[in-house]
Nanobody, 120 residues
Framework: QVQLVESGGGLVQAGGSLRLSCVVS????????MGWYRQGPGKQRDLVAS???????NYADSVKGRFTISRDNVKKTVYLEMNSLKPEDTAVYYC??????????????WGQGTQVTVSS
C-alpha cells in the first residue's frame, strides 16, 4: 500500500512563506517524477511544479521565481518552498508521484491535500 502524506500548509499573510513536504511510504520499487498540484475554490486542479528523478524542474508560469521544488530521494520526500505568497495562491495543494511498486507496474499516486490560505 503506497501512501503520500503532505504537511506544511496553513494560513499566512501576503508576502509570507510556507514550505510543504510530502513523504512517500509503502512498498516501492522506484519513484519517477514527483510534483505539486493545486485546486482553488471552483477551479480545476492544475500543475504547480514538477521534478524528475534526476532533478529537472518545471514550473507553472504563475509561480516561477517564487516557488522552488526539490526532492530527497533517500527520504522519499518532495518539498515545495513557497515565497512571496499572494492571495491567488490560496488553494488545496496536492502531492503527486509516479511510482513503480515492482519492475513492471507503475501508477500515479496522490496525497490527501493540504490547505494553503494567503490573506491580503
Amino acid at each position: 500500500q503506497v501512501q503520500l502524506v503532505e504537511s506544511g500548509g496553513g494560513l499566512v499573510q501576503a508576502g509570507g512563506s510556507l514550505r510543504l513536504s510530502c513523504v512517500v511510504s509503502g512498498t516501492i520499487f522506484s519513484i519517477n517524477a514527483m510534483g505539486w498540484y493545486r485546486q482553488g475554490p471552483g477551479k480545476q486542479r492544475d500543475l504547480v511544479a514538477s521534478i524528475s528523478k534526476d532533478g529537472r524542474q518545471n514550473y507553472a508560469d504563475s509561480v516561477k521565481g517564487r516557488f522552488t521544488i526539490s526532492r530527497d530521494n533517500v527520504k522519499k520526500t518532495v518539498y515545495l518552498e513557497m515565497n512571496s505568497l499572494k492571495p491567488e495562491d490560496t488553494a488545496v495543494y496536492y502531492c503527486n508521484a509516479e511510482i513503480k511498486t515492482n519492475w513492471y507496474s507503475g501508477n500515479d499516486y496522490w496525497g490527501q491535500g493540504t490547505q494553503v490560505t494567503v490573506s491580503s
